[in-house]
Nanobody, 115 residues
Framework: QVQLVESGGGLVQAGGSLRLSCAAS????????MGWYRQAPGKERDLVAG???????KYADSVKGRFTISRDNAKNTVYLQMNSLKPEDTAVYYC?????????WGQGTQVTVSS
């Protein structure tokens, strides 16, 4: 079973930047598409960005041009660079498989953007 550990969240002012990291266990990371998801209070968990094993990327409309997903297969790690952050980006951010998700989720990392 894949284990996922997210990090890099924090409190930032609107317009600021953060870089999230997700370390995944296992030897098949490079064959898996990976995605970043987020869940705000009272809302569903939605896809923010996904990257396939071939490095094709998909972004939610709300983050296009501001967020960039990338992966380092040698480190079993996927990243999310978030620029020009807005208060509406405030959420717990999770990584998981994309488009097929793994059975379990990590603990997530909290991102809070103040206005």
């Amino acid at each position: 079973q894949v284990q996922l550990v997210e990090s890099g969240g924090g409190l930032v002012q609107a317009g600021g930047s953060l870089r999230l990291s997700c370390a995944a266990s296992g030897s098949t990371f490079r064959f898996n598409g990976m995605g970043w998801y987020r869940q705000a209070p009272g809302k569903e968990r939605d896809l923010v960005a996904g990257i396939t094993s071939g490095a094709s990327m998909k972004y939610a409309d709300s983050v296009k041009g501001r967020f960039t997903i990338s992966r380092d297969n040698a480190k079993n790690t996927v990243y999310l660079q978030m620029n020009s952050l807005k208060p509406e980006d405030t959420a717990v951010y999770y990584c998981n498989g994309y488009p097929l998700r793994f059975a379990s989720w990590g603990q997530g990392t909290q991102v809070t953007v103040s206005s």
